[in-house]
């Protein structure tokens, strides 16, 4: 009742976005969880609050952009969804992930990024040069970390690492993890939870470890 009572305030008066960042613990903001909030969260309970403010928030017209982010009018997160309209991204400030010409970087935390620039005008803090198949992989778990996954790229990055791409969708979908519609795979509130998991079974095939996965509540 608490959430869905701060949530409605929300709403009424108008804000745009509303992400539950705070209900899901992932690679990306563990370090909040550990050095900043200092308290380890019950995941079971935050598992049901996601899930219940994630039909509140779409029930008040909010559609689902990122999987703890939901948002209205032309929220399209262009920055983010890159890889999967196939585009090249420029990236310039601290902390951001650029692509391009077969590449990726990710520039320094703002300190360094800063001290750098004004040294030699470059913040980029490491590179990485992509294979065909993991640029396959990026754009597949670009879709998993919005909800939403071709099944063609799917499909393109499968056939990259020689796996089955029928049976890793009919285990997704018999284990409650998407949904079908259009040729496209929608996380359920359950896929939601467990797309770490997933990106990590995608990584195991390529090859790449590096995604906290989130444990089953």
């Not at 050095?35 to 598992?47: A, H």
């Not at 509140?56 to 969804?81: E, I, V």
């Amino acid at each position: 009742e608490e959430l869905t009572s701060d949530l409605t305030r929300l709403c009424d008066r108008g804000v745009h976005g509303v992400a539950l960042y705070e209900l899901h613990r992932t690679d990306r903001n563990r370090t909040l969880f550990d050095d900043v909030w200092q308290y380890t969260p019950d995941r079971r309970r935050n598992f049901e609050l996601l899930g219940e403010g994630s039909r509140f928030l779409q029930s008040r017209g909010y559609a689902r952009r990122f999987f703890n982010h939901f948002a209205k009018g032309p929220d399209r997160d262009l920055y983010s969804t890159h890889p999967i309209r196939g585009e090249e991204c420029l990236a310039l400030g601290p902390w951001a992930d650029g692509h391009g010409s077969g590449a990726g970087w990710r520039n320094a935390p703002y300190d360094r990024w800063l001290k750098a620039v004004r040294k030699s005008g470059c913040g980029v803090g490491e590179v990485s040069l992509y294979l065909q198949a993991e640029n396959a992989l990026r754009e597949v778990e670009t879709g998993l970390m919005h909800c939403r996954v071709s099944e063609e790229s799917l499909r393109r990055f499968a056939s990259g690492v020689n796996i089955d791409a029928d049976g890793l969708i009919g285990e997704w979908t018999s284990a409650g993890l998407v949904g079908r519609r259009d040729r496209t795979l929608l996380l359920t509130d359950k896929g939601t939870w467990l797309h770490g998991n997933m990106i990590e079974t995608l990584r195991r095939h390529a090859g790449r470890t590096t995604v906290e996965a989130e444990q089953v509540p």
